[in-house]
């Protein structure tokens, strides 16, 4: 934009510094050229030209009527839009320098003709330059246009690729989800087979707690009933011990029975009681 600016103010300084002189030049020349009409009607009475026509069909500066160009308009505002209207200005000086040529053509000599050759060509130097300077414009907005058509594109590139990021993004989310909800139910499954776990471990820890305390009564019963059986074996052994001495003790007293008895008999035979009674 600013390097349009420049080219645009550039362009006007120019127009202005070679047109100003060519004005004033012919200004001055189209004065003579109306005082010698002016005097070659009163002195020949003849009708050279109309100064009301002149001035409406040729006057310098504004349109030639005859001449089938027109101010533009209905333009809209553009970058270097004031180029358009120097250059149209410019032509249409042009067109009235050639008219003015033909009206200067019976009273003036060369270098009348040759100052309005001159405005025309610095008439069409300033559209040459108007159209220089809207071609580099047009030239620049062109660039712009391809710069701002390729960032378009590689927009629309970035918001493709961010687009299918977002998706693989969200897929991404959705299976990550789903693989929470999996490990959830997974987690509430595993709590409660240890839930079941632990009551079953504190139902064994009860069972085990009993069976120790029924262990330890069997051991005092065991103890018990051995000392017990101890006791009664001692007994066992003490009585059998009694009896074998007891059964020993009855046959030495049978034994001792019979032999008394026989020697009893056997002295009532032989001699009575001769040799009298044994004591054992």
Do not use: W
Request: charged share 15%; net charge negative; proline share 0%.
């Amino acid at each position: 934009m600013m390097k349009t600016e420049t080219v645009v103010l550039f362009i006007c300084f120019g127009v202005a510094a070679c047109t100003a002189p060519d004005l004033a030049a012919e200004e001055s020349f189209m004065l003579e050229v109306r005082a010698k009409r002016d005097h070659s009607e009163d002195e020949n009475g003849h009708d050279f030209g109309n100064e009301e026509a002149a001035t409406k069909n040729y006057g310098y500066g504004g349109a030639y009527a005859g001449n089938g160009h027109h101010r533009h308009h209905g333009v809209g505002y553009s970058i270097g839009s004031g180029l358009v209207s120097i250059a149209q200005g410019a032509a249409d000086q042009a067109n009235t320098a050639i008219q003015n040529q033909h009206v200067a053509g019976g009273q003036a000599a060369f270098q009348a003709k040759n100052n309005l050759a001159q405005n025309a060509a610095a008439a069409a130097a300033t559209a040459q330059a108007a159209l220089a300077g809207k071609q580099v414009i047009v030239s620049n907005l062109e660039q712009q246009h391809r710069d701002t058509q390729g960032q378009v594109e590689a927009e629309a590139l970035q918001l493709t690729q961010a687009q299918r990021a977002a998706v693989a993004t969200q897929q991404s989310a959705q299976h990550a989800q789903a693989q929470v909800r999996s490990l959830t139910a997974a987690l509430n499954a595993a709590q409660t087979n240890a839930d079941q776990a632990a009551r079953a471990a504190q139902e064994a820890a009860s069972e085990a707690a009993s069976q120790s305390n029924m262990l330890a009564a069997a051991k005092q019963r065991l103890n018990l009933i051995s000392d017990q059986l101890g006791d009664a074996r001692a007994d066992l052994e003490a009585t059998q011990n009694a009896a074998l001495r007891a059964a020993q003790a009855a046959q030495t007293a049978q034994a001792n029975a019979a032999k008394h008895a026989v020697g009893l008999h056997g002295g009532f035979e032989e001699g009575g009681f001769r040799g009298g009674f044994h004591h054992y």
